[in-house]
């Protein structure tokens, strides 16, 4: 199934943690998807939600490890 048609009629999309990580992380299977996702939302095309548990399950990593740039680069994206 092609993102157009699986979108379609779709006005807002719910992110759990995973595709959050793969966008931050470029995860090489999934980076031309969640790109394109989060394209379309930034775009306005899309009404992008989540929660503030979906946040903090992001953030582990990066302060676990001291990464302040991924950190805060994903703080900025909320």
């Known amino acids: 199934m092609k993102l157009d048609d699986a979108l379609a ?3 807002s999309l719910g992110f759990d943690t995973a595709p959050i990580i793969y966008f ?6 999934y ?12 775009a306005g095309a ?3 939600v989540t ?3 979906t946040l903090t399950e992001v953030l582990v990593h990066p ?3 001291a990464i302040s740039t991924s950190a805060m ?3 900025r994206f909320w």
């Open 31 to 42: 980076d031309t998807l969640v790109t394109e996702v989060f394209r379309r939302v930034a």
């Open 73 to 75: 680069s994903i703080v």
């Open 9 to 11: 009629g779709i006005d």
């Open 63 to 65: 302060f676990r490890h």
């Open 24 to 29: 931050v992380e470029a995860h090489p299977h």
């Open 46 to 48: 899309l009404q992008g």
């Open 51 to 53: 929660s503030v548990i």
